[in-house]
């Protein structure tokens, strides 16, 4: 943003749970002090969409509540696509920052992968927008956000004021706690889910799969990857980026003669 404008800052917020959602309506509650907010999510849940596009079906969105400095839209697509439309279609100027969430449970380790919520992040990212992904390690629908919303707000509000490098992206996991010790800078957890699926049967009893699973570590749990620090009561922020090249492996690969 020019800072010699007087222009508020102009925040996107996002998500995968969908615009009803309660994490969405307590993160934009928290960002209302910072700047303009425009909600802009799914009209549903998405969750575990990554960063999927629609690309065979048109998208919809529609204006469903607006108020001096809040704007909710609800729209028919993926997380990514909302990022994708609202920054090309709908807002009058690039934001100066997305956050997505609040999500309903945990985005740590490999879950960056999967996650809708981190999917939306990723693409303001693409979009050179300053982005941050925030999500609070509880899965039920009347969870309490009061500390994802407090770090959220801090981490938002410092993110305005730095920026980010290009091609960074954060992302906040909040452990549930009535007071979380603080916030530890860490690194992503290496490790996979395993035993992923539940077999049942259906009403014919042919077999059907419910999604699953228990996270396990390829290495021993180190002081400064998300895991631990979410396990110690601490808040983790990750710094994530857009290039996965593997630079140190090029060199080897260079050698290959292919």
């Known amino acids: 943003m020019d800072r010699m404008t007087n222009e508020r800052p102009l925040i996107l917020i996002t998500n995968d749970d969908g615009f009803r959602a309660k994490g969405i309506h307590a993160l934009a509650s928290a960002l209302r002090g910072l700047g303009d907010l425009v909600v802009f999510a799914p009209d549903g849940p998405r969750s575990g969409m990554s960063s999927a596009i629609t690309s065979s079906l048109p998208l919809r969105y529609a204006l469903t509540y607006e108020k001096e400095g809040l704007t909710v839209y609800s729209c028919t697509g993926t997380p990514t696509d909302c990022v994708k439309l609202a920054i090309n279609e709908v807002l009058a100027r690039k934001p100066d920052l997305l956050v997505s969430g609040i999500n309903h449970g945990g985005n740590m380790a490999i879950c960056v992968n999967y996650s809708g919520t981190m999917g939306a992040v990723i693409e303001g990212c693409i979009f050179d927008?300053?982005?941050?992904?925030?999500?609070?390690?509880?899965?039920?629908?009347?969870?309490?956000?009061?500390?994802?919303?407090?770090?959220?707000?801090?981490?938002?509000?410092?993110?305005?004021?730095?920026?980010?490098?290009?091609?960074?992206?954060?992302?906040?996991?909040?452990?549930?706690?009535?007071?979380?010790?603080?916030?530890?800078?860490?690194?992503?957890?290496?490790?996979?889910?395993?035993?992923?699926?539940?077999?049942?049967?259906?009403?014919?009893?042919?077999?059907?799969?419910?999604?699953?699973?228990?996270?396990?570590?390829?290495e021993p749990i180190r002081p400064d990857n998300d895991v631990l620090a979410l396990d110690e009561g601490y808040a983790s922020l990750v710094p994530c980026k857009i290039d996965v090249t593997d630079y140190p492996f090029m060199e080897t690969l260079s050698h290959w003669n292919l």
């Open 129 to 218: 927008v300053p982005s941050l992904g925030v999500s609070l390690l509880d899965h039920r629908a009347d969870a309490d956000f009061a500390e994802s919303c407090r770090l959220g707000e801090l981490v938002a509000r410092k993110v305005l004021a730095e920026g980010l490098p290009h091609g960074t992206y954060l992302n906040l996991n909040v452990p549930v706690a009535e007071r979380v010790k603080g916030i530890r800078v860490c690194r992503q957890t290496d490790g996979r889910w395993v035993r992923e699926f539940k077999r049942s049967e259906d009403g014919s009893g042919k077999p059907v799969f419910w999604l699953t699973g228990d996270f396990e570590c390829h």
